[in-house]
């Protein structure tokens, strides 16, 4: 049984065999840089830097569940860089604007 289900991943036409399995599996990289970055204090994150994390995880998300075959390795990751990027620009914005109510009120 096992045997069989490794077997169709294999064959899979977007399995190890192609460029569709390994380029998502490396982007991974990028979601787990995000999330190594959560320790990073919030003055030192990029705007732009989470826009673009953010708006690729969006775009990519919704290509890979229209595209044939179905790539659902492509489309966790890039929920994943959608959803660090979303939490990244929070703490940002968090930071700017509670920052700057602060010190409007002294």
Known sequence: MASSKLQALWNHPAGPKTIHFWAPTFKWGISIANIADFAKPPEKISYPQQ??????????????????????????????MAATGMYQLSRKLRHDYSSEAAVAKE
Not at 51 to 70: D, F, H, L, Q
Not at 71 to 77: A, R, Y
């Open 51 to 80: 826009i673009a994390v953010t708006a690729t995880g969006v775009i990519w998300s919704r290509y890979s569940t229209v595209i044939t075959p179905k790539n659902w390795n492509l489309f966790s990751v890039n929920l994943a």
